[in-house]
């Protein structure tokens, strides 16, 4: 399963059954094997506003890699384990992963466990990018209905990200395909 953090506001939006798990129809069920974390897991989300629409961001907690979800009604919220998947891949293809890299993350890709609770370096690094996204489409004057977000997401990733336990910057695009090509090698 691929654990997801979510915000307060986030959280409760979401249509949870007593697992913290989406009935979406479009992601297939989970296998009896799948209650082990996944090689992905471990991701913050939270929603946010741009242009009066919903949109939401998830950060990975190790790599801080960012997939960007807009324009959500909620009806979509149900299908937000199969949003996740399609957003993650796309990015993945924009950063410039690799067929051997897909095939992992593909591999690793399981249904969201929803949980409310947060790590608060991983929430600021979501707020910075939340912030940049904001910027980018006043500064460019886009449209939200017209934003490549997986574009956009492959523009966050190549942006370094301070972490709390750490001196040094982290690169998203290059942590995820790197953590990808690690567990490709094993």
């Given at each position: 399963m691929i654990r997801l953090h979510c915000t307060r506001k986030l959280f409760a939006k979401l249509p949870l059954d007593s697992l913290g798990r989406l009935n979406g129809t479009r992601c297939p069920p989970e296998a009896t094997n799948d209650a082990a974390d996944s090689l992905l897991s471990g991701w913050h989300a939270n929603?946010?506003?741009?242009?009066r629409r919903n949109c939401v961001?998830?950060?990975h907690d190790a790599t801080r890699f960012p997939v960007l979800i807009t324009c959500l009604t909620k009806p979509d919220f149900v299908e937000l384990d199969a949003f996740f998947q399609d957003a993650l891949m796309n990015t993945l293809l924009k950063v410039g992963a690799n067929q051997a890299q897909l095939d992992v993350a593909a591999s690793a890709l399981t249904r969201l466990a929803c949980d409310s609770q947060c790590d608060r370096s991983v929430q600021g690094t979501m707020n910075r990018m939340a912030l940049?996204?904001?910027h980018m489409l006043w500064y460019d004057n886009i449209p939200i209905t017209d934003l490549n977000t997986y574009a956009a997401g492959a523009w966050l990733a190549q942006r370094p990200c301070g972490v709390k336990s750490g001196k040094e910057c982290i690169w998203p695009a290059k942590?995820?395909?790197a953590l990808l090509e690690?567990?490709?090698?094993?």
């Open positions: 929603l946010i506003t741009q242009q961001i998830f950060i940049d996204l904001d942590a995820m395909l690690q567990k490709k090698t094993h």
